[in-house]
């Protein structure tokens, strides 16, 4: 039996999903045992809310170094120091805290996610090969590898089934820049008196795989990077989410939407209405 260039041999997507495990695990001991009382910011990038911390370096820093010792070929492709090419095909999409506005604050809801993918590490063109997403302060773990299902501290994981819209919880987050929130703000007004609730828990990430765990029914945001969307776009959708963007594009930055299939296109087609994936005010 031939592979196709998106298969793996089992035993190659077992080793990736192992050592996303022990990355995510390990980078997730230094971000817990290393935060002060009080986190300063470090930097600030595409605004002046859009912070860096020390930690989300020196997490990055670490991922980087056990990946250069274990898979010293592969391409690394990290939210504080870009992409490193490398030749095998594999490439490790990392984020080294998502939710750093949450680790700034002491607001639990901080992640490492890390993610292995074959192809171009860009959403829509890579493959998620195996993911793991770990919650740093209180040590939840999710794991997939591509065929082979979802899990959440070794219990497998299935989306809740379809709902109305006026009956689902609907996790989003909003982006950093005056602009894109002042569209984001229009699309979550049109929104609100149509869905049981809306939830910002402050890490895509952690929104995917809550998503995946039944903890919400749906998700959408505008915005995304490839580190928050790469391992938790896998748990989703091995827990059986559908995970697209609008118009018939791949979910991507311009936008992602998750959910049970009846539930995601409905959603769909009410964001494509409002021009979601659209900054106008
Ligand atoms: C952010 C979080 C947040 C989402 C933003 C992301 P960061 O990532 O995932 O929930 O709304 O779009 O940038 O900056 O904490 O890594
Ligand atoms: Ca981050």
């Known amino acids: 039996m031939s592979l196709a260039p998106q298969d793996l041999p089992a035993d190659e997507l077992a080793r990736l999903g192992a050592l996303a495990e022990r990355l995510a695990r390990e980078a997730g001991a230094l971000v817990r045992d290393g935060r002060p009382r009080r986190v300063d910011v470090a930097a600030t990038k595409t605004s002046p809310i859009d912070v860096v911390t020390a930690m989300d370096l020196a997490s990055e820093a670490l991922l980087r170094r056990v990946l250069h010792e274990e898979r010293p070929d592969d391409g690394i492709l990290g939210e504080e120091e870009g992409h490193a090419a490398g030749t095998t095909g594999v490439t490790w999409v990392v984020d080294p805290i998502d939710g750093t506005v949450n680790y700034l604050y002491g ?14 590490p860009v959403p829509g063109e890579w493959t998620v090969q195996a993911a793991c997403v770990h919650a740093v302060a209180d040590g939840r773990t999710w794991t997939a590898v591509r065929g082979g299902g979802a899990f959440l501290d070794g219990e497998r994981l299935a989306v809740n089934p379809p709902a109305p819209l006026a009956a689902s919880l609907v996790g989003t987050g909003f982006g950093y820049t005056v602009e894109r929130r002042r569209a984001q703000g229009r699309v979550v007004a049109a929104l609100l008196p149509r869905v049981r609730d809306i939830r910002r828990i402050g890490s895509a990430a952690m929104d995917l795989c809550t998503l995946a765990n039944g903890g919400l029914d749906a998700y959408f945001e505008r915005g995304l990077a490839p580190w928050d969307l790469a391992a938790a776009s896998l748990v989703a959708q091995e827990a059986g989410a559908v995970v697209t963007g609008l118009r018939g594009a791949a979910a991507g930055t311009a936008m992602t939407v998750a959910g049970p299939a009846a539930t995601v296109a409905t959603l769909v087609a009410l964001l494509e209405e409002l021009d979601a994936d659209d900054d106008a005010p």
């Open 107 to 120: 607001i639990p809801a901080y992640a490492v996610s890390v993610a292995a993918v074959t192809g171009p």
